[in-house]
């Protein structure tokens, strides 16, 4: 079960890390088992992303992923972790068409999901969204740099900012969202040294997703953390844990097991008394 005893994560305990320069830390999360670990190692942000639609559902982007179908991961990872800091991810075409869209959704995962805040993927051009959702009392964070909901506009999954001009671009961008309201900004493939100039300049968190190490703070994606995404392992990943080796060789021999009726054993079923059996087999004429 979660540990309750750890206090809950607030929006002004981020902000006192960032200012005595203690690195936050964030990691992805989609289930309940998942967010108990979390909660238990005490992760101060969590993030039910849309990544899901890849980690989980097995998609080749996050396009496909609805609020609908996010819902009851975000439910369930609040359950399993009461007291981080979660952030419900707002999925494509829910906060792009209009600022009246992005309140909506931003609204449910708080009422819904008990979310703690929102996070929206894009800059200067949805600075008017991110105000809309802070004006309703939401707290929102920015994401910037490779932004998956945009793969196809950025010419695939590829480092953003690697040229001056393009790097410009997410310096303003992030100053745009800061004045919009955003009470923190992900950077995700974004050159170190461009992520260390916005941290800089920043008053607000910024982490880092493959970003460098001068952010306020880093995210990981569960999946990339503990090699369980079949597909491919990121650059910016590091694997702290081959949980993906550990139970792939769990089930190479539950099969053996299994098929050479070494399980299960008598600890693994149950046993009716032998007058009850005898019962039983005079019911059904045997
Ligand atoms: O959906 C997600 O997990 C994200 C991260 C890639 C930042 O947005």
């Given at each position: ?22 690195p ?17 190692a005490?992760?101060d ?12 559902l097995?998609y ?27 952030i ?9 068409p ?33 105000a ?20 196809s506009?950025?010419?695939?999954y ?16 992030a ?14 493939m ?22 460098g ?16 995404y ?24 539950y099969?053996?097991?299994?098929t ?6 008598a ?6 008394k ?8 005079k019911?059904?004429?045997?």
């Open positions: 079960m979660a540990d309750t005893k750890r206090s809950k994560v607030t929006l002004g305990m981020l902000y006192e890390k960032m200012r005595k320069a203690e936050i830390t964030m990691i992805t999360c989609y289930d309940f088992p998942m967010a108990d670990l979390v909660e238990k005490g992760v942000m969590v993030l039910v992303g849309d990544s899901m639609g890849m980690t989980i097995g080749d982007s996050t396009l496909p992923v609805t609020q609908d179908v996010m819902m009851p991961h975000v439910q369930a990872v609040r359950r399993g972790t009461p007291n981080s800091w979660l419900g991810d707002m999925p494509y075409m829910t906060y792009q209009s600022v009246e869209t992005a309140i909506r959704c931003a609204g449910r995962f708080m009422a819904e999901g008990a979310c703690d805040a929102v996070k929206l993927e894009g800059g200067a051009e949805m600075a008017d969204r991110m809309g959702i802070v004006r309703s009392g939401i707290p929102c964070m920015g994401h910037l740099g490779l932004t998956p909901q945009s793969v506009a950025l010419g695939g590829k480092v953003q900012g690697k040229g001056a001009l393009q790097a410009k671009k997410i310096v303003d961008d100053r745009a969202l800061e004045d919009a309201g955003a009470y923190s900004i992900l950077l995700e974004v050159p170190d040294r461009v992520c260390e100039l916005i941290t800089k300049r920043a008053g607000i968190p910024i982490i880092s997703l493959g970003s190490l001068h952010a306020h703070g880093q995210l990981l994606i569960f999946h990339d953390m503990f090699n369980l079949p597909k491919f392992k990121p650059k910016m990943a590091k694997v702290f844990g081959d949980a993906g080796k550990t139970i792939g060789d769990g089930l190479k021999q099969v053996t097991e299994v050479t009726k070494q399980f299960p054993q600890e693994n079923w149950f046993t009716i032998d007058d009850e059996y005898a019962e039983l087999l019911l059904v004429g045997d």
